[in-house]
Protein backbone atom coordinates (compact mmCIF):
# COMPACT_ATOMS: atom_id res chain seq x y z
CA UNK A 1 0.00 0.00 0.00
CA UNK A 2 1.44 3.06 -1.29
CA UNK A 3 2.00 5.66 1.20
CA UNK A 4 3.32 9.70 0.87
CA UNK A 5 4.07 12.85 2.65
CA UNK A 6 4.41 16.22 2.43
CA UNK A 7 5.93 18.24 5.23
CA UNK A 8 5.51 21.50 5.15
CA UNK A 9 7.11 24.87 6.96
CA UNK A 10 4.43 26.87 9.56
CA UNK A 11 5.47 30.53 10.69
CA UNK A 12 3.28 32.14 13.09
CA UNK A 13 0.00 29.82 11.80
CA UNK A 14 0.81 31.20 8.05
CA UNK A 15 1.82 27.87 6.01
CA UNK A 16 4.63 28.40 3.56
CA UNK A 17 4.36 27.61 -0.30
CA UNK A 18 1.64 25.65 0.13
CA UNK A 19 0.34 25.73 -3.64
CA UNK A 20 3.84 23.92 -4.62
CA UNK A 21 2.86 21.30 -2.15
CA UNK A 22 -0.55 21.13 -3.80
CA UNK A 23 0.26 20.08 -7.02
CA UNK A 24 3.02 17.91 -5.96
CA UNK A 25 0.66 15.89 -3.83
CA UNK A 26 -1.97 16.04 -6.62
CA UNK A 27 0.31 15.12 -9.11
CA UNK A 28 1.61 11.74 -7.10
CA UNK A 29 -1.76 10.97 -6.41
CA UNK A 30 -3.25 11.59 -10.63
CA UNK A 31 -0.12 9.14 -11.28
CA UNK A 32 -0.60 6.48 -9.14
CA UNK A 33 -4.55 6.37 -8.76
CA UNK A 34 -5.86 8.65 -11.86
CA UNK A 35 -7.85 10.33 -9.10
CA UNK A 36 -9.79 13.36 -10.72
CA UNK A 37 -10.67 14.71 -7.44
CA UNK A 38 -7.93 17.14 -5.97
CA UNK A 39 -7.29 17.98 -2.65
CA UNK A 40 -6.69 21.21 -1.40
CA UNK A 41 -4.29 21.35 1.93
CA UNK A 42 -6.09 24.82 3.11
CA UNK A 43 -8.82 22.20 4.59
CA UNK A 44 -6.53 19.78 6.50
CA UNK A 45 -4.11 22.34 8.08
CA UNK A 46 -4.90 24.23 11.49
CA UNK A 47 -3.11 27.19 12.05
CA UNK A 48 -0.77 26.75 14.82
CA UNK A 49 0.52 29.91 16.88
CA UNK A 50 3.83 29.31 18.74
CA UNK A 51 5.00 32.41 18.86
CA UNK A 52 8.26 32.30 16.50
CA UNK A 53 8.69 28.19 16.74
CA UNK A 54 9.18 27.08 13.00
CA UNK A 55 6.42 24.73 13.19
CA UNK A 56 7.17 20.97 10.81
CA UNK A 57 3.81 19.93 9.74
CA UNK A 58 3.72 16.45 8.42
CA UNK A 59 0.82 15.29 6.07
CA UNK A 60 0.55 11.81 5.39
CA UNK A 61 -1.82 10.70 2.14
CA UNK A 62 -2.62 7.49 0.81
CA UNK A 63 -4.55 6.22 -1.96
CA UNK A 64 -8.10 7.25 -0.21
CA UNK A 65 -6.75 10.96 0.20
CA UNK A 66 -5.00 12.35 3.78
CA UNK A 67 -4.53 9.49 6.29
CA UNK A 68 -2.96 12.39 8.97
CA UNK A 69 -1.94 16.02 9.58
CA UNK A 70 1.01 16.01 12.67
CA UNK A 71 2.67 19.57 13.83
CA UNK A 72 6.15 19.57 15.56
CA UNK A 73 8.50 21.93 16.38
CA UNK A 74 11.61 22.31 14.04
CA UNK A 75 15.58 22.56 14.79
CA UNK A 76 17.65 22.54 11.82
CA UNK A 77 20.37 20.37 12.15
CA UNK A 78 23.88 21.46 12.43
CA UNK A 79 25.93 20.44 9.33
CA UNK A 80 29.57 20.92 8.69
CA UNK A 81 31.02 18.13 6.93
CA UNK A 82 29.41 15.80 4.29
CA UNK A 83 30.20 12.67 2.37
CA UNK A 84 29.64 11.43 -1.53
CA UNK A 85 27.69 8.38 -1.68
CA UNK A 86 27.45 6.26 -4.94
CA UNK A 87 23.97 4.51 -5.94
CA UNK A 88 23.03 4.03 -9.70
CA UNK A 89 19.65 2.35 -8.69
CA UNK A 90 18.50 4.66 -5.94
CA UNK A 91 14.55 5.90 -6.31
CA UNK A 92 12.75 8.56 -5.02
CA UNK A 93 10.96 10.65 -7.25
CA UNK A 94 7.96 10.88 -5.02
CA UNK A 95 8.03 11.61 -1.99
CA UNK A 96 7.28 8.16 -0.26
CA UNK A 97 7.08 7.43 3.34
CA UNK A 98 9.12 4.30 2.97
CA UNK A 99 12.69 6.13 2.94
CA UNK A 100 14.33 3.13 3.72
CA UNK A 101 17.00 3.20 0.46
CA UNK A 102 17.86 6.80 1.48
CA UNK A 103 18.08 6.29 4.75
CA UNK A 104 20.80 3.11 4.34
CA UNK A 105 22.91 5.58 1.63
CA UNK A 106 22.78 7.94 5.45
CA UNK A 107 23.80 5.37 7.40
CA UNK A 108 27.24 5.47 5.51
CA UNK A 109 28.13 9.08 6.27
CA UNK A 110 30.16 7.45 8.92
CA UNK A 111 32.33 10.69 10.89
CA UNK A 112 30.71 13.50 8.50
CA UNK A 113 27.02 15.11 9.43
CA UNK A 114 25.28 14.31 6.28
CA UNK A 115 25.97 12.67 3.03
CA UNK A 116 25.80 13.99 -0.89
CA UNK A 117 24.34 10.68 -2.89
CA UNK A 118 25.47 10.44 -6.88
CA UNK A 119 23.84 8.35 -8.88
CA UNK A 120 25.43 7.55 -12.18
CA UNK A 121 28.16 10.05 -11.61
CA UNK A 122 26.04 12.86 -11.34
CA UNK A 123 25.11 14.50 -7.95
CA UNK A 124 21.58 14.22 -6.98
CA UNK A 125 20.27 15.48 -3.10
CA UNK A 126 21.65 14.95 0.11
CA UNK A 127 19.55 12.52 2.57
CA UNK A 128 16.78 15.12 3.23
CA UNK A 129 17.78 18.17 0.95
CA UNK A 130 18.03 19.23 -2.76
CA UNK A 131 20.88 20.75 -3.01
CA UNK A 132 23.04 23.99 -5.08
CA UNK A 133 26.31 24.69 -5.49
CA UNK A 134 27.97 27.98 -6.45
CA UNK A 135 30.64 28.79 -9.15
CA UNK A 136 31.29 32.37 -7.99
CA UNK A 137 28.83 33.77 -9.65
CA UNK A 138 25.23 31.67 -9.80
CA UNK A 139 24.15 28.69 -8.03
CA UNK A 140 23.20 25.74 -9.98
CA UNK A 141 21.03 23.06 -8.98
CA UNK A 142 21.31 19.02 -10.07
CA UNK A 143 18.93 18.62 -13.23
CA UNK A 144 18.33 15.56 -12.37
CA UNK A 145 17.70 15.03 -8.29
CA UNK A 146 15.90 12.19 -6.48
CA UNK A 147 12.89 14.50 -5.54
CA UNK A 148 12.11 17.50 -7.38
CA UNK A 149 11.14 19.60 -4.24
CA UNK A 150 8.96 22.24 -3.53
CA UNK A 151 11.12 25.01 -2.77
CA UNK A 152 13.52 23.89 -5.33
CA UNK A 153 10.86 24.58 -8.10
CA UNK A 154 9.86 28.28 -6.63
CA UNK A 155 13.81 29.18 -6.49
CA UNK A 156 13.71 27.69 -10.04
CA UNK A 157 10.97 29.77 -11.01
CA UNK A 158 12.18 32.74 -9.57
CA UNK A 159 15.20 32.23 -11.67
CA UNK A 160 17.27 32.24 -8.26
CA UNK A 161 18.86 28.45 -9.17
CA UNK A 162 19.71 27.13 -12.47
CA UNK A 163 19.10 23.30 -13.50
CA UNK A 164 22.39 21.89 -14.61
CA UNK A 165 24.14 18.11 -14.47
CA UNK A 166 26.96 17.85 -12.23
CA UNK A 167 29.64 15.26 -12.44
CA UNK A 168 30.64 14.15 -8.84
CA UNK A 169 34.38 14.22 -10.04
CA UNK A 170 33.42 18.09 -10.47
CA UNK A 171 32.73 19.49 -7.65
CA UNK A 172 35.71 20.92 -7.03
CA UNK A 173 35.04 23.06 -9.64
CA UNK A 174 32.71 25.34 -7.35
CA UNK A 175 33.01 27.13 -4.45
CA UNK A 176 30.41 26.27 -1.91
CA UNK A 177 27.02 23.80 -1.22
CA UNK A 178 23.60 25.24 -0.22
CA UNK A 179 21.20 22.80 1.25
CA UNK A 180 17.72 23.77 0.87
CA UNK A 181 14.48 22.19 1.36
CA UNK A 182 10.80 23.11 2.49
CA UNK A 183 11.76 23.97 5.92
CA UNK A 184 15.37 25.19 5.57
CA UNK A 185 15.58 28.37 3.68
CA UNK A 186 18.05 29.24 0.72
CA UNK A 187 21.11 30.14 2.65
CA UNK A 188 20.28 28.89 5.86
CA UNK A 189 23.29 26.30 5.18
CA UNK A 190 26.20 27.15 3.40
CA UNK A 191 29.06 24.83 3.19
CA UNK A 192 32.25 25.52 2.03
CA UNK A 193 33.65 22.58 -0.98
CA UNK A 194 37.60 21.94 0.12
CA UNK A 195 39.14 18.75 1.71
CA UNK A 196 38.06 19.22 5.24
CA UNK A 197 34.36 19.57 4.59
CA UNK A 198 33.70 16.82 2.15
CA UNK A 199 35.04 13.54 2.22
Known amino acids: MYQFVETIKMI ?23 TDKDIDLNDYIIPQENNNDIIKVRVLYGKDGIEDVSYS ?23 SADRSAINALADKK ?28 SWYTP ?11 LLI ?21 RLFNAMIEFGDIDIPINKESLS
Open 12 to 34: NGCVCNLSYHNDRLNNTRHYFWQ
Open 73 to 95: KYAMRNIKRLKIVSDSNIEYRFK
Open 110 to 137: GDCDEIIISKNSLLTDSSFTNIALFDGH
Open 143 to 153: KHPLLKGTKRA
Open 157 to 177: EKGIIKEKDILENDIYKYKAI
